[in-house]
């Protein structure tokens, strides 16, 4: 009898631990949508989002959404990592560094992101409004080995920031893409399927 509640007891903590662990691992990832309502721009004032958890702020590996008009948000988080970013209204993203490990959806006229960046995997940017990477040859884009995709819907890439990495750059929409800046160091190809594809520096499409 001893013995078969041992080898119960057993059996019941072999079950717990599992879910312990995995209870321990597992991070929730968000949407974090912006209402811009705090005192400030900044990522890291909480009252700027809603959807976070615990009605904090992004976490990396969370996805961001904004949509108020004419948004200026400032990107203070460090080393930071988000997912899908989705932006429906004009927003102008600027402040720190981030890595984009997820897609962009862009629609409701011009937006930017005035970051440097590095691609965490590949992205596609979706959608029908303008998107305009970095600021006239300020900023660097680090594909690294991902791949970068003017995709489906129509909307218009502009990358004014140094682009470096190995990674394919694609236009496959109806609309066009645009490089600005002296890409010398990038040494990825670059596709266009369909649309048009602009180079605006005589090193934007590389060496």
Sequence with gaps: MKKLLFRIAGILAALSMPLAINGAAHAVVDTCTWT???PDDNFSTAANW???D????????DSLTFSVA????NNDLVGASFAVITITSPTVVSGND????GNIAVSGGVSRIE?????GSSVAVTGDGT????????NTLNLGANNLTNSTGSAMLRIYSVVSGSGTISQNNTQSLFLFADNSAYTGAINVQQGTLWGKHVNA???
């Design 54 to 61: 615990n009605g904090t702020v992004p976490e990396s590996g």
């Design 70 to 73: 004419s948004a200026t948000p």
């Design 50 to 52: 809603t959807g976070c």
């Design 205 to 207: 499409l590389s060496t």
């Design 36 to 38: 811009g309502v705090g």
């Design 131 to 138: 998107l305009d990477i970095g600021a006239s040859g300020l």
């Design 115 to 119: 970051n440097n960046l590095t691609l």
């Design 98 to 101: 981030f890595t984009l490990a």
